[in-house]
Structure formats: C-alpha cells, structure tokens
C-alpha cells in the first residue's frame, strides 16, 4: 500500500543485561504476546491475531533472543539473535543506538537505546496477503521493527 502502519505489543517481558566495557558480554531476551497487539483499528488487530497472520490462539508468544553482540561504531551495538514468530525461528540482526545512561530521581541507574531492524515477515510463514485492482499487494512483506528500550540495574539482592 502507500503508508506505514505502525503497532505496538501491550504485554512482553523483556531483560537487557548490558556491559558497556565489553559487550559480547551483553544478551537480551523479549518475550510478546501476539495476542497484545495493538495498530489502534480493533479490525486490523483482530485480523493480525487471527490465523493469516500471528494465529495468537496457537501461538501465543514471540521471542527473541540474543546471541552476538558488537560495538559496530561508537554508541551503536550490533546484536545478533534468533527470533521466534509461529514455529519458525530465524536469525536477525538489529542495529542499537544508545541514547545515554543517567541515576533518576529515585536512585535507579537507567540505560537506554533504541533498535531497529528490517525483516521479511514471509520468512515466518506469515504469507497473507490481497491483491490490489491496480496491481500490488495490500501488505508489504518487508517489517520494520523498532524497539525502544529504557532498561533498570536490578539491585543486588538483600
């Protein structure tokens, strides 16, 4: 089609363990409900949840998890990792920006980062698609996926 329909997922679990002085030492793990998803029109959300696409009801998380990570130029990390969407899982590669590290108000050490990577979503089997009468498909098969990370130090235990 000819504009950008953007989503989130409401519910995930996600952990970040990040070491900046040696990031093949870092690793990330997020978890969504496919169910979760939310493109502001019930309709399409409906239709996403069902079986043409996420088919929630068989499969009712995505997953990624990483499994490289490297400084590619100052402040931007490339990880690797495998995502899981239905039953197939493949390898992917987001770019990591980080955007600063700071103490909040209540004493929370916080890092941030926003990530980004490109993805054939046909590549997962999730296939479906309608011609349009002036030739052209109604979805693009190509996924940008964006991520937003605001991460907390866990305090030690005790």
């Known amino acids: 089609m000819v504009t950008t329909v953007r989503g989130s997922f409401a519910e995930y679990e996600s952990r970040l363990y990040f070491d900046g002085r040696n990031p093949a030492r870092s690793r990330a793990e997020i978890v969504l409900s496919t169910a979760s ?24 998380r995505m997953r990624f998890a990483s499994t490289a990570v490297q400084l590619a130029s100052p402040d931007v990390y490339r990880m690797t990792g495998d ?9 992917v590669v987001l770019e990591l920006t ?5 103490t909040d108000p209540f004493g929370y050490e ?49």
Not at 37 to 60: C, I, K, M, N, W
Not at 83 to 91: E, F, H, M, N, Q
Not at 98 to 102: A, F, K, Q, R
């Open 37 to 60: 998803v939310d493109t502001g029109v019930e309709q399409r959300d409906a239709h996403l949840v069902g079986r043409d696409f996420l088919d929630a009801a068989s499969y009712p």
């Open 98 to 102: 980080y955007i600063g590290h700071v």
């Open 110 to 158: 916080r890092v941030g980062f926003d990530g980004t990577t490109t993805v054939n979503r046909t590549e997962w089997g999730l296939t479906y698609n309608s011609k349009l009468a002036e030739g052209g498909a109604m979805v693009s098969e190509k996924v940008r996926l964006q991520l937003d990370i605001a991460a907390i130090r866990a305090l030690p235990a005790g």
């Open 83 to 91: 995502l899981t969407i239905k039953a197939t899982t493949r390898p």
